[in-house]
Structures are given as C-alpha cells and as structure tokens.
C-alpha cells in the first residue's frame, strides 16, 4: 500500500526530535485522525538552518513530516512556503488517497510555524 520511500522514511525518519531554542515553533493537529505534528525551526538570515520535528500519529504522518524536513532545510522562507500541499506525498513517490491528508497536515505544520517566525520577528 505504501512505496518504498514512504516506507523508508518510516522506519528511519530524518530530522526527529526538538530544538530546545528554536526560533519558531508549529503545531497542528488534525481533528478527525488525531495526529499531530510540530515542527521546530532555526532560521539563520531568512533561510531554514536547522529544522525538527516531533509527531505522534499514523506511519504516513511520520514519513511526510521526515519528507517535508528534507524538502524544507536549506530553503529561505519564501521558497519553503511554495512547498505546496501534496508536493511532499508526491516526493514520497505518492500517498494513498487515504492518507493524502498526512501530506497536507505537514504543510499547514510549516505554515504554522513560519507564521509562527513571522509573529516573532515583526
Ligand atoms: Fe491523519 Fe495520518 S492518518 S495524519
């Protein structure tokens, strides 16, 4: 049911865990599966410098939020925000339809958490 890569990023998941002094932190949760996603940024003149996440919730979720780390690191903030809802499921080599709302869920988690930046640094 799941490609090889989604499998991959399951089971040895890039970027896991938290940055104790992030500069901007998100979080989102999905309120009919329950999973929810936070992501931690370290942001060094506009581009993503170092990035985590902590997410309890189903295999796919795991995967996309590991995915969308690996798309997200390195990136300024305007190129991370053309990240676009299911680029991360189609990186991952494609979601069951199913589960393509994990793709979007990691989005909105990086989303939340430039905005979050953005709040921080007016
Ligand atoms: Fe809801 Fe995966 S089942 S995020």
Redesign the pocket.
């Known amino acids: 049911m799941y490609s090889e890569k989604v499998m991959e990023h399951f089971h040895a998941p890039r970027n896991q865990g938290s940055i104790p002094d992030a500069d901007a932190v998100g979080q989102v949760g999905?309120p009919?599966?329950?999973?929810v996603?936070k992501l931690y940024l370290k942001i060094d003149n506009g581009k993503i410098k170092d990035i985590k996440f902590e997410t309890l919730?189903?295999?796919?979720?795991i995967a996309?939020s590991s995915m969308l780390t690996e798309m997200a690191k390195g990136k300024t903030i305007e190129e991370a925000l053309k990240i676009e809802k299911l680029d991360i499921a189609k990186e991952l080599g494609g979601l069951p339809a199913?589960?393509l709302?994990?793709s979007i869920?990691a989005h909105d988690a990086l989303a939340a958490a430039i905005k979050n930046y953005k709040e921080n640094n007016k």
């Open positions: 999905n009919v599966c329950g999973d996603m919730g189903c295999g796919a979720a996309t199913p589960k709302h994990c869920l």
